[in-house]
Nanobody, 123 residues
Framework: QVKIVESGGVSVQAGGSLTLSCTVS????????MAWFRQAPGKEREGLQC????????HYSHHEQGRFTISRDNAKNTVYLQMDNLAPGDSAMYYC????????????????WGRGTQVTVSS
């Protein structure tokens, strides 16, 4: 059974930084592409970035490019999302998802999801 648990979401002020973590069990993490998504109230879920088994990164969105960075530690079964220069528009529930293969699929190609961690950015 795949288990995905996000953490690190808090309330921060605009301009601040935050690192989200996502710990995974129940699959061969080192062989699995992982991704971060977010969903703000009243908006559709938005794909952010995906990282393949060997560290290759796909950007699903260009809005945050240069401010957000995905990374992974296969020894810890954990994927991270470093977020810098946060703005109120970044407030959302952030979700981690596991793909079904080594490489990043299209944003709709994820079957395993965590429950999310809330990020709130105040101005």
């Amino acid at each position: 059974q795949v288990k995905i648990v996000e953490s690190g979401g808090v309330s921060v002020q605009a301009g601040g930084s935050l690192t989200l973590s996502c710990t995974v069990s129940g699959l061969t993490f080192a062989h699995t592409a992982m991704a971060w998504f977010r969903q703000a109230p009243g908006k559709e879920r938005e794909g952010l970035q995906c990282i393949s088994w060997n560290g290759g990164i796909d950007h699903y969105s260009h809005h945050e490019q240069g401010r957000f960075t995905i990374s992974r530690d296969n020894a810890k079964n954990t994927v991270y999302l470093q977020m810098d220069n946060l703005a109120p528009g970044d407030s959302a529930m952030y979700y981690c998802a596991a793909g079904s293969s080594y490489v990043c699929p299209a944003p709709y190609g994820f079957n395993n999801w965590g429950r999310g961690t809330q990020v709130t950015v105040s101005s």
